[in-house]
């Protein structure tokens, strides 16, 4: 079986692990599934996910990481040489990301900064931007919000990594960078393209690094806003984890056409689930 399996939410929640689903994903691998990771984090560069994992016990490859921010990377790398340099507000592991598929990154805090003292208007202290990236920052300053909101004003080409408004925490849901995509939207008056679930983009990336379709995957997802529709999105299986943004009385709530293929409470529930259906034979 194929298996994009999401992270914050599924695997750890925060900086906590969720109880034996990295030991039932290496118990899949061994079985012969092919595991990917996908994951609407635009922060970390791969090395990051892939040491944690690791350190998790979960099956892990480098190449085996699909973040929204290297989703986005290898989707603004499809555009070149129309796209060659980008005005990016988020993290070093995003700009990382951009810089790997060949990308020349101008960071919002820099750009802000050269406009500030050298009196530029914004696209040009961006260094004339064929794109503006946005992914969460947790350094945000109110100077690189409202450069990049100008630079997409201006009428460069706005991507959102993805639109995640909250992301779970060991116990509370932090702002996303869907927050500060929504507030770059509600400044500039342009809607972005987004690359990361619910789109189709992130979970097709994440296929071809096994040189499969998404069509034949299983998602492990923790989210009805995002993973459930991204997985309906490329006409793959959805298995619902109760472990990360989705409670119990949030499920029991939906009409039947809303529900996921499955649903699962803990790591025992999906190993018996994933087992169910390998024995049926999906691909």
């Known amino acids: ?137 947790r350094g945000l300053t109110y100077d690189g919000l409202a450069i990049v909101s100008e630079v997409v004003r201006a009428g460069v080409p706005f991507i959102a990594t993805n639109r995640d408004c909250v992301f779970p925490g060991e116990r509370c849901l932090w702002p996303g960078a869907g927050a500060l995509v929504a507030a770059v939207e509600a400044a500039s008056g342009v809607t972005p393209i987004s690359i990361g679930k619910p789109a189709p983009y992130l979970l097709e990336e994440a296929a071809r690094v096994v040189g499969r379709s998404a069509s034949e995957a299983l998602v492990i997802g923790d989210s009805l806003t995002s993973d459930l529709p991204a997985a309906r999105s490329v006409g793959a299986g959805f298995i619902l984890m109760l472990t990360g943004v989705t409670s119990r009385s949030e499920y029991d709530a939906l009409g039947p056409d809303e529900r996921p293929d499955e649903v699962a409470s803990n790591a025992r529930e999906l190993a018996s689930l994933l087992e169910v259906a390998s024995s049926a034979g999906r691909v």
Not at 88 to 111: F, H, I, Y
């Open 1 to 137: 079986m194929l298996l994009l399996v999401d992270l914050d939410g599924v695997v750890y929640r925060g900086t906590e692990a969720v109880e034996d689903v990295a030991a039932v994903l290496a118990t899949r691998e061994k079985a012969g599934d092919d595991v990917v990771y996908i994951t609407n984090s635009s922060t970390a560069y791969r090395t990051e996910f892939v040491k944690r994992l690791s350190a998790l016990g979960a099956p892990v490859a480098f190449d085996r990481v699909v973040s929204s921010a290297r989703a986005t990377a290898l989707y603004l790398a499809t555009l070149s040489p129309t796209v060659r340099r980008v005005l990016a507000l988020g993290t070093d592991g995003l700009r990382r990301e951009l810089e790997d598929v060949g990308l020349e990154v101008v960071m919002a805090g820099d750009a802000a900064e050269r406009r500030r003292v050298d009196s530029l208007d914004a696209v040009e202290a961006a260094g004339h931007p064929h794109a503006v990236v946005v992914g969460l920052d």
